[in-house]
């Protein structure tokens, strides 16, 4: 069965700081995975995915299928961006997500 | 990018009443919906997933005649929860995709009193 972890439900660093939020999975083929955020009051969004391979607001990804890992990385925390982070798996027309690290970036 | 619209965005129904609730894709067709519930600091949990025009496809330990999905459209699934119980207090999201993303409405809090 897909699963999703994620770790940590609380990350609290400071402004300037190395962040990386933990994910792991559990599944047997080649999975989808994305990043999902969710700022104060707002609407969940896509941040990223592993097949673009992409740096959004400085935060990457990579997919380790020997470690089964997701993680979420960025060199410099903002204040901005405190908010609450899902890991997420797509499989079978399905999003399976995890239960969500809360990221508070101190000034 | 395109917008997922849900309505209403809080409800407040009494134990035994049925609630529905609209999830609409505004500028784009959503060849597949999600229905999502959350409750407090804690994940989504995915409820069922609808195709337009057809059955909803429900979830393991989630009944299907109390949480009752159309998806009549390419642009519109609603959920209508029945015969609510405080039980079923929680929040509602949606998300609709079209095939390679998949964007989220705001999310219905529903309290059953």
């Known amino acids: 069965a897909q699963r999703v972890t994620q770790p940590e439900k609380l990350l609290s660093v400071f402004k300037g700081a190395p962040v990386e939020l933990k994910c792991n999975y559990s599944?047997?083929?080649?999975?989808?995975l994305f990043w999902y955020v969710q700022y104060s009051r707002q609407r969940l969004q896509l941040l990223l995915r592993h097949i673009s391979r992409e740096s959004i607001k400085g935060f990457t990804a990579d997919l380790n299928k020997g470690e089964t890992s997701f993680h979420l990385k960025k060199p410099f925390a903002q204040e901005e961006d405190s908010a609450m982070y899902y890991c997420a798996l797509y499989n079978f027309n399905k999003f399976y997500f995890g239960s969500g690290t809360k990221l508070n970036v101190k000034p | 990018g395109a917008v997922v619209s849900q309505h209403p965005s809080w409800v407040i129904c009494k134990s035994g009443t049925s609630v529905k609730i609209e999830c609409r894709s505004l500028d784009f067709q959503a060849t597949t919906m999600f229905w999502y519930r959350q409750f407090p600091k804690q994940s989504l949990m995915l409820m069922a997933t609808s195709n337009e025009g057809s059955k909803a496809t429900y979830e393991q330990g989630v009944e299907k005649d109390k949480f009752l999905i159309n998806h009549a459209s390419l642009t519109l699934s609603t959920l209508t929860v029945t015969s609510a119980h405080p039980e079923d207090s929680s929040f509602y999201i949606c998300s609709g995709t079209d095939s390679y993303e998949q964007y989220f409405g705001p999310g219905t809090r529903l309290t059953v009193t």
């Open positions: 599944y047997s083929g080649s999975p989808e």
